[in-house]
């Protein structure tokens, strides 16, 4: 089982470059795919999800390529699009059974699935309640358990978590590391906690190109011995934001205590700290910034 | 003024810069082109009047005012709606902006659309004007006065009315759509009706009055009628007329109108619900669950190792019938008990009812009721924005558009089946034919419509003006419902039914374009 990405360019109109030849492997496991807003996560989930086609470069599932034969990928595919409506006249059971014949799965067994399902999600009290009466963080449960129907050997979450609190962002992460295993799950998102949390391999992209792929590991390796912590008069602190690449500022009583990462020790009482997934990123997408300028 | 100006403008440019605003200009454009070539034209009985300025102005106002006014309703009365979909009015509601404020900037902004397509048909009949062998003396004043008097006062009230209907719940849906529909045409022509120039919105009286008597004067023969469209007749002769002469009062009855649209605004403005979600579609919306609610679904958020899902094994094994159940389902599903007592109601007038009533009347009205079913379709999923979710699935164009298409083929069949059960009994085979046909053109044109343009309106819109002019103004060529047309154009069940494949064919044309993106 794989999907092989390889130089995959997407353009809009107006010549707006959302991809730049992007190539990249996925395997089984769960790859986070990081970036800022506007990096072509989501035009690159698009095109994996058989919404959209490249505008040049191939995908192939296990060698077939998807922009010819994209149902050879959709019987297998789950996709939980960043905004997606539901039909709000429909109950929980009703519009999964609906999704269910979309997918052209068994109908006299989709309803156990759909059990199995609602169960998963937490929704099983709620099966009978219209969907328009749901809020917000239980469409996205819902969105998930439509994705999960045809138990999917490729399951693509755009952006999973935005708009849900706090307590639904980490029911959402231990819901994709219990979906991990013997299947692909790529996870489009610019909150770092949530793949720090999930990933088995991580993938950054900026400004449609990728960057960095790698296993979280590495990722921190590469940053590894470069991360200070210190504390610095509150004044003193947009100057040091100019100069330094700070990943967080804490206030404290005796000033903000700052983390930033650097080759050198930046302050003479700066401590190097045990580096964040965080710290990786801002320092992978700041290089990179910088090479572009 | 300034924040009134900017909101104006704000609305006017996105719906100028859209595709669809460029379509109903050129319409505009077209219908000045059918006037000029004479396919749209002004007769009164087999005379017209000379191609004055005078003449040439009042006929292209009349025809503004009629196909502007109600065709121009429904492009217009999407403007609160747009600022619904694309969150824009949630901004809006947090700022000091009134609501007065809000639905007059959107009634003004409706007005200029429509100002701009008269303006095309002012263009238009300047250059019929200049172009005609019987022009005397050009006078502009004279072309542009029934535009400004008549034409213009008429559009401010539909801009006004448009933002009325938006305001309201349960006008904001198709059933607005229909209602404008029925309740304009008839104020249209209650003035000429009553014979009473205060109720004359659209200056038909007044106009036609005036004509008929300059005509009477020429041709002492005349003997009456006054047509806005083709008559398709010789014309015997012109007469001479040059123009209503516009008194104080007469001026005072058309400026009239153009108050009453404020005082549509201000109406607009109690019962618009500012983006309130709770006042929003407050028929339809179902309460949203409690933060109680969700808090008794939630499980204690786990720190531990994951543990693998296993799902139960799910074969792949298509089945259409099943999907054309699911997608039958959606569409009836929020129907209320009302809804399906009227239906059933319908289907057994055609049962009981004499045959010849039963065609002519309950027939086309069992089979407008269920319109709002079929204009879903095709743009349903847009609608709802589940089109990521349900394109994305294996074979959406071979399965879901054609079970979609069954669907509502069962639907156009179930509301007709009373009169296919009498026509069966009497053994009308071309009528039997002509009623297959009608429930395969349905729903193709419906999917169609709703592929293409992507909004349930433009169905909603054409077959409500083929029901009204086919079915029940007996205009046999365009008569696919009661089939009573089938006598005199035997051919018309296989014109209709080529025009289903090719109406097919269109929407799946249009969503594997859509697809193929």
Redo the contacts between chains.
Sequence with gaps: MILHIERVNKTYKGNVHALNDLTVDVKPGILGLLGPNGAGKSSLMRILATITKATSGTVKWNDTDISKTPNVLREVLGYLPQDFGVYPNLNAVEFLEYMAAIKGLDSSHSRKRIDELLDVVNLSDMRKRPLGGYSGGMRQRIGIAQALLNNPQLLIVDEPTAGLDPEERVRFRNLLSDLSGERIVILSTHIVSDVEATATEIAIVSQGRLLVHGSPESLLRSVEGRVWEWTVPTAELPALKQRYNISSSVRRTDGVKVRAVADTSPSADAQKVTPGLEDAYLSVITSARGEAA | MSILYHLIRADFLERARSYGFLIILGLAILLGFLVNNGTIGLTLGKYRGEYNTAFVGAMMSLVATFFLSWFGFYLVKNAIQRDERTGVGQIIATTPLSRLHYAAGKALSNFAVLAIMVVILIIAAIVLQLLSDERSDFSLLDLVTPFLLITLPVLAVVAALAVLFESLPWLSSGFGNVVFFFGWVFFLIIGDENKNDLLDISAIHLISKSMMEAARHTFPDYSGGFVLGNTGQEIAGTFRWNGIAWTPALLMIRLGWFCVAPFIVLIASFVFHRFDPSRERTL??????SAA??V????P??TSE????N?????????FG??V???L??MM??KRWWWYAIQAGLIVACVVAPLQEARQFALPFAWIWPMMIWSSMGT?EQQ???D?????????LS??LPAVFIAGVMVAMVAGSGIFVRLLITGDWPGIAMWVVATLFLPSFALASGVWSGSSKLFEVVYLCLWYVGAMSKTASLDFITALGVKTIPQLPMVYLALSIALYAAAHIGRKTAL??
């Design positions: 339809k919306r179902k309460p949203v669950l609610d969700e008794a679904v939630l499980s958020v786990r994951p543990r693998h899902l799902l139960t094994s799910l074969p792949l094994r298509f089945r099943t999907l159940v699911a997608e389902r959606l599903k929020g349903r709802f924005r589940t990521q979710i349900v394109f994305s699935s294996p074979y959406s399965r879901q193929s993106h």
